[in-house]
């Protein structure tokens, strides 16, 4: 009989904070990776109506596309380490003096390198080397 998997598997670590370091997440589902999809359309419905205004000027659309465009990709990028804070179950992680950081929280996502972000997100939508 089949049986679903578990979505909550632990991945190893080594690459970015060395050997023996392992983080356990909770997969992400399509449910919640539509949040981030929706936030982008929003986007775009907001910048199809900036670019028809007749009353702004060219120059004028185009600052405020660039307004648009930042203020949605700092919600999507926040929305985003949400979603880490919430599935990131157990980890054994480090900081640069070797102490160990505290569970997933803004603070504590604010002191990771790129690589270490770029691994979670790696971990949460299945593509590391998992153990359940």
């Known amino acids: ?3 679903r998997k578990t979505s909550i598997v632990r ?3 080594t690459k970015v904070q060395g050997e023996e370091s392992f983080v356990k997440v909770r997969r992400l589902k399509v449910a919640e990776s539509r949040v981030l999809l929706k936030s982008l359309k929003t986007q775009k419905k907001e910048m199809a109506a ?3 205004d007749k009353a ?3 120059e004028e659309k185009e600052l ?3 307004e648009l465009e ?3 990709n700092e919600k999507a990028f926040e929305a985003m380490l949400r979603q880490y804070i919430d599935h990131v179950l ?3 992680w480090v900081d640069d003096d070797g102490k160990p950081l505290a569970q997933p929280c803004p603070e504590v996502l604010d002191d990771l390198t790129n690589d270490e972000i770029r691994f979670l997100g790696e971990a949460l939508a299945g ?3 998992e153990k359940n």
């Open 127 to 129: 593509d590391t080397d």
């Open 64 to 66: 405020r596309l660039e």
């Open 70 to 72: 930042a203020e949605q």
């Open 90 to 92: 157990e980890w054994n």
């Open 11 to 13: 991945s190893d670590s």
């Open 56 to 58: 702004l000027s060219d």
């Open 1 to 3: 009989m089949p049986r």
């Open 50 to 52: 900036v670019r028809r």
